[in-house]
């Protein structure tokens, strides 16, 4: 016998017993005997037999494999999130496929199509920087395969939805520098046609008007949120007339290369300008100053992602009815924008 073609048939013929037994027996059905079991088992490992589980998906139409779609692979709260979807998974026989857009509208669709390709049971994802239209996600939604957004998500696309309340982190953070003594705060905006970046300057928004500060123009900056767009950013900043004296960014990478700028020019933080960030990646904690930011549930998030999806897959029709899941968020002071002790 060929080792690379052998078949449940030819266990079969070689133990005079029907396929079905044979079947069965590798599946651990409880009717096959314990020692019929360890026969059938005992030849299929002689013979290095693998199922051919491409026949089987066909068979069943199910592959038991999740595709997650994410911006950025590297980014802590990705990686976090990822890491909580794969735990579910692993425990209820589900594998996942993971593809990053590169926060590029055109990667993405790319990766939509190949996973539909792929035949996935279901699809967990986060929006491109770039993603101002969603017909990609059509393919999924039109032959009712179970699809979860989370973070950055389609709005008003049929799909469950795993969120944290962004505009409240919007108004937290300003609170805060507005409590250190604030009263010119800048904010680094992502692009607000993604509902996460739109609701933390709605929040900044609101936050300065409650406190009866004026909202200026020229103090928020909308880019992709790099560390070159940061750099980019202060530099703008402090090249107004009248400079701000702290600034909400929309994430800790843009933060974290404002305040490396700001040291290299003599300019102290938090004294001169405080500096907030955004999702507590792991060298906020560790850089001097550490940096104040918010910090999402990632690794929860994941694992709420996945047993949505599975249970939509088990589900044996559509539910059509959506969720959206609000997780609780932190602010977490540090020395970037503690002036008050």
């Known amino acids: 016998m060929k080792k690379t073609s052998i078949t ?27 020692a019929t079991k360890e026969k059938i088992k005992a030849l299929a490992l002689k013979h290095g037999y693998q199922p051919n589980t491409i026949a089987s998906n066909l068979r069943t ?28 998974a692993f425990e209820a026989g589900y594998n996942v496929i993971i593809s990053q857009s590169k926060d590029l509208l055109d990667k993405e669709s790319r990766v939509i199509h190949s996973l539909f390709s792929s035949r996935v049971d279901g699809l967990i994802a986060s929006l491109s920087m770039q993603t101002n239209q969603f017909d990609h ?9 179970p699809m979860v957004f989370f973070d950055r998500v389609a709005p008003d696309f049929p799909a469950h939805k795993i ?38 300057m709605n929040g900044y928004l609101e936050a300065l008007k409650n406190n009866n500060l004026p909202i200026v123009d020229e103090l928020i900056i909308y880019n992709q949120l790099t560390r070159v767009d940061g750099l980019t950013a202060i530099k703008q900043l402090l090249a107004l007339e009248n400079p701000p004296d702290a600034v909400f960014c929309g994430n800790d990478t843009s933060a974290l290369s404002m305040i490396m700028y700001l040291k290299e020019k003599g300019i102290r933080v938090p004294e001169d300008i405080c500096i907030v960030g955004f999702s507590n990646e792991p060298f906020s904690e560790v850089v001097t100053p550490s940096i104040s930011t918010i910090k999402q549930p990632a ?43």
């Open 61 to 88: 139409q199910k592959t038991n494999t999740i595709g997650i779609v994410v911006p950025l692979i590297n980014r802590h709260f990705f990686s976090t999130f990822i890491s909580g979807v794969e735990d579910v």
């Open 137 to 145: 996600f059509n393919l999924f939604a039109n032959k009712n395969i």
């Open 299 to 341: 690794y929860e998030m994941g694992v709420k992602a996945a047993e949505l999806t599975i249970g939509e897959i088990e589900r044996k029709k559509p539910s059509h009815i959506y969720q959206e899941i609000k997780m609780p968020i932190e602010l977490i002071i540090r020395e970037s924008s503690l002036r008050k002790h």
């Open 163 to 200: 969120l944290v309340d962004d505009f409240n982190c919007g108004v937290l953070a300003t609170r805060h520098l507005i409590d250190q003594g604030c009263k010119r705060i800048a904010h680094l905006a992502g692009p607000t046609s993604l509902n996460t970046y739109r609701d933390r």
């Open 8 to 34: 449940i048939h030819d266990l079969a013929k070689e133990l005079n017993i029907s396929a079905s037994t044979v079947s069965r027996a590798l599946k651990d059905n409880p009717r096959i005997s314990k």
